[in-house]
């Protein structure tokens, strides 16, 4: 279960620009997930309640944006959003295509007290 390293260190990184802010307490956490990390957004929210116990995020709600895998075809230029996380290939015309989103891993804002 890596969702409890990723958990760990969201909340490292909440506490560090908690204490930049001489913040006394983190009120929330919104993340971007992409469809395409392999990360399990309810492994994510379990283990975000239970590391949070004790810290500046104890009372804090963690809300998880989960971004849609896009694609491009190099070839044809279509944009395509893929029906299965393992489809790279371009509705159009069958060229291989390029991730453009659904990788992603990050936490979009902190909001602290």
């Not at 929210?45 to 963690?62: C, M, R």
């Amino acid at each position: 279960m890596h969702e409890l390293a990723i958990t760990q260190g969201i909340l490292e990184i909440a506490e560090r620009e908690a204490a930049k802010h001489d913040s006394s307490r983190i009120k929330a956490i919104k993340l971007q997930v992409g469809e395409f990390t392999g990360v399990v957004k309810e492994a994510l929210e379990f283990s975000f309640e239970v590391i949070k116990l004790g810290t500046l995020a104890e009372q804090a709600s963690l809300e998880i944006e989960v971004v849609k895998l896009r694609q491009r075809c190099p070839a044809c230029d279509e944009i395509f959003v893929a029906k299965d996380r393992f489809d790279f290939l371009c509705p159009v015309c069958s060229m291989p295509a390029e991730i453009l989103s659904g990788r992603e891993l990050r936490i979009e804002w902190i909001d602290l007290e």
